[in-house]
């Protein structure tokens, strides 16, 4: 029985980007990711992560679950370097809408109900392309000093998808990610700012 490495599962909560930002949900964090972007504040690390297989994975979030919301966003780091079929089918056997979040690199290998891809594309290394064949439901692009319009163009047309965000990376530069996210929301229409929710509530 396959093994998954999880770094930590949460709930409830909210989620804090995106279409989605505040719907009620539990979090599936996976360890490992493919990519190493400099402004990532997340811990994926296999520090501390645990393996659980797919039957323990969906017994603790429906304990976490407890107002019913039945919405899980599955992240890491990279979801896509473990998340699989059987996985998959144990979530929705269990009445979860799967949101992935995902950089783009890698097609999931079970289904999902909403896939968000952020890609990353100045933080590839040689060896990683991105995705062609994915269908996502929205684009989110952190807006550094490396991204402008012609990146969020280039995105666009690679990728159709019903929802685009641009969301200001969170470093010690916020305020300047933040005006030119600003700019780039008015030059580009159909790219609409997303906030991270979660850290102005002050939770996970
Ligand atoms: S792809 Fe996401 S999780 Fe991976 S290093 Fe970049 S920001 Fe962090």
């Given at each position: ?118 890609p ?19 684009l989110?692009v ?10 969020l163009?280039a995105h666009a047309?690679r990728w ?45």
């Amino acid at each position: 029985m396959r093994g998954y490495l999880v770094k930590e599962m949460f709930g409830p909560t909210l989620q804090g980007e995106g279409a989605h930002a505040g719907r009620a949900c539990v979090f599936l964090r996976f360890a490992a990711c493919n990519l190493a972007c400099t402004w990532c504040d997340t811990d994926f690390t296999p520090d501390t992560a645990t393996r659980h297989a797919a039957a323990a994975i969906v017994d603790r979030l429906l304990a976490l679950d407890v107002h019913g919301a039945r919405t899980v966003i599955v992240t890491g780091g990279e979801p896509t370097l473990q998340y699989d079929a059987p996985l998959a089918d144990a979530l929705h056997a269990a009445g979860f809408r799967v949101h992935m979040e995902s950089n783009g690199t890698r097609v999931p290998e079970g289904a999902v109900d909403w896939l968000t891809i952020s890609p990353k594309a100045q933080f590839h290394t040689g060896s990683l392309t991105l995705a062609l064949a994915l269908a996502p439901s929205e684009l989110k692009v952190v807006v550094d000093d490396t991204v402008d319009a012609a990146t969020l163009d280039a995105h666009a047309a690679r990728w159709p998808a019903a929802h685009h965000f641009v969301q200001p990376c969170m470093d010690d530069r916020y305020e300047h990610h933040l005006a030119r996210t600003m700019a780039l929301v008015h030059s580009r229409p159909l790219w609409r700012m997303s906030l991270q929710l979660h850290k102005v509530l002050r939770i996970p």
